[in-house]
């Protein structure tokens, strides 16, 4: 049965050990994901951007997905499903789906109806038993063709956020999503201790996981951060086996297209990722 991902956050925070958000996009990325979990005794969060949601055919069809492997899987450890980055309508369809959690993203708002959607959504959530996090400071990325540090988050603002009862608190700390660039400035621990400071128990939340070197994520869960976001890295990977496959001509041996052999390289991949970062996070026997 899926679960709010409330509890495995309180306790990874209190235990200084980040729970993983894997993004998922196929049935081949969930399955990885939620048996790496399992043999790793791991909590684990399932991300689902808007985007994915579509291409997975809707919300409804991710639900049934989720829910129907974790009983054919036998899946035991706690399992949160989770919207990355909704917008207000978003999280409202993930709410009716039967997601386990969500992320409202009002980052692009004006604070005052940022806090007034949130104020708003906490409340279903909280009737409904979910999750829900927040974003404060967007997470950087590329604009304009310069591509530069992550905004980092105003700490006030983050406590008002905070404040509303939300579960978890994105900040931005200089944090971008996807690679980063090699002039990047590194997260902002500045920041991240203020943040911490004003928001006391709350568990914080670390987007843009791929490619940040492992001393930098230690140090940002020292000072935390309870969950980290990791979507590039896992394409990645399943990028490089997927190529390494057909540029070894094994898609042409056989009768014809076959996705079970085809993806099962980028599979397995995405699997060895998983561990690495459910290692590195410190969540492995946590469930
Ligand atoms: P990356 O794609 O950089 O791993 O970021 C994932 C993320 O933060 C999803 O919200």
Known sequence: MLVSAK?????????????GQFNINNLEWTKAILLTAQELNSPVILGVSEGAGKYMCGYKTVVGMVNGMLEELKITVPVALHLDHGSYEGAKACIEAGFSSIMFDGSHYPIE??????????????????????????IGGE???????????????CKMIADL?????AAGIGNIHGKYPDNWAGLSFETLDAVQQKT??????????TGIPADMI???????????????????????????YIEAGKDLEGKGFDPRKLLAPGTEAIKATVKEKMELFGSVGKA
């Not at 949130?118 to 979910?130: D, N, P």
């Not at 604009?143 to 603002?157: F, I, L, Q, R, T």
């Not at 009862?165 to 608190?169: D, F, P, Q, Y």
């Open 165 to 169: 009862g939300v579960t978890m608190l």
């Open 218 to 244: 230690k140090k940002a869960i020292s000072l935390g951060v309870s969950k980290i976001n990791v979507n590039t890295e896992c394409q990645l990977s399943f990028q490089e086996a997927t190529r390494k």
């Open 143 to 157: 604009e304009d063709g310069v591509v530069g540090a992550g905004e980092c988050a105003d700490p006030d603002e």
């Open 7 to 19: 509890e495995m956050l309180t306790k990874a925070k209190e235990g200084k050990y980040a729970v």
């Open 113 to 138: 109806e940022n806090v007034e959607k949130t104020r708003e959504l906490v409340g279903i959530c909280e009737e409904k038993g979910m999750s829900i996090e927040a974003e404060v400071g967007s």
């Open 200 to 209: 006391g128990a709350m568990p914080l939340v670390l987007h843009g996981g």
